[in-house]
Each structure stands twice: as C-alpha cells, then as structure tokens.
C-alpha cells in the first residue's frame, strides 16, 4: 500500500511536469507575397493615385476657363448696381452667380484635401505627399478670395494649385 501511494504521488507530481514541458505551439506561418506582388500592387496604387491628381487638374482647369467669363460678367453687373442701373432681378441672379462660384470652390478645396490625406495615409503614396502638400491650403486662399468677392485673384490662385498639381504628376512619372 505505502508502494501504491508513493507510485501515486510521484505521478501527480511528475505529470504536471511534462505538459509544461510542451509550450512551444506549432503554427503554419501565412505565406508572404511575393515581391511581384507587392510590386504590381504598389504600381496600381500609384496610377490610381496619379489618375485622381490629373482628374483634378481637368476639373480644375475647366473651371478656371469658365470663370473667366463669369468673373468678367458678375464684375459688370456689380458696376451697373453700384451705378443703380441694374434691375432687381439681374442682382440677385449675380449674387447666386456668386454664391455658385464660391461653392465650386469650396468643393475643390473639400476634394483636394481628401486627396493631400489620401496621399498621407496610403503608405505607396507618401513619398509623393511632401510634393502634393499645400494644394488645399492653395485652395483654401483661394477660397478665401471669392468670400470677399476678389474672383480673379481667386481664379489665380486655383492656377497655382494647377501647377502644384502637375508637379505632382511629374514627380510620380518619375
């Protein structure tokens, strides 16, 4: 009996032992991708990225064409109600002509500060961001400009952002 309980007690003893000797776990490790892969991938981030910098150039430029002629007219119409020779009407179609312009231009800056955190946050983009940093604070001023009714030095100011842009573009060819 003394024999039966000492065989007891030795395994008690002994069995915690041999499950905490096993810790090591075996796992598969996931395969990585291949260099290709992450090659391929980092290409299409990039010409996706490029292709969103030239649709704001197009989109911008397109703008700065039409408000030539907008600017022009509304800076007419605002002389012939200084001067009480504008209708009623006529005033009150060039403020919402101006109230137009004001919102482009505010939807510019919206969509061109998505694209400067886009470019920050996407790690194939970044090297690229030091480059396309400060078309929205561009776009800001521009903004600004138009709030105080100055469309042309607003107008102007978007043709900076346009060039800041194409920069961009030029560098990511590279």
């Known amino acids: 009996m003394r024999r039966l309980t000492l065989v007891l007690l030795a395994a008690t003893i002994l069995s915690p032992a041999n499950t905490l000797a096993q810790t090591r776990k075996r796992s598969t490790s996931k395969p990585k991708p291949s260099a290709t892969a992450t090659t391929q991938r980092a290409n299409e981030v ?41 209708p009623a009407t006529m005033a009150q179609k060039n403020e919402q002509n101006k109230a137009a312009v004001k919102a482009s231009i505010t939807g510019f800056r919206d969509s061109l500060d998505k694209l400067e955190i886009d470019f920050r946050t996407t790690p194939e983009l ?44 030029v560098a990511m060819r590279q």
């Open 126 to 169: 970044q090297p690229y961001y030091i480059k396309l940093a400060g078309v929205a604070s561009g776009a800001a001023d521009a903004e600004a400009l138009a709030a105080t009714g100055q469309f042309d030095k607003s107008g102007r100011k978007l043709l900076d952002v346009i060039n800041h842009l194409a920069d961009v573009l």
């Open 46 to 86: 990039r010409t996706t990225g490029a292709t969103r910098v030239a649709e704001q150039i197009k989109f911008l430029t397109k703008f700065i064409y039409l408000l030539g002629g907008v600017q022009v007219n509304i800076a007419s119409v605002d002389e012939s109600v200084r001067r009480k020779e504008a």
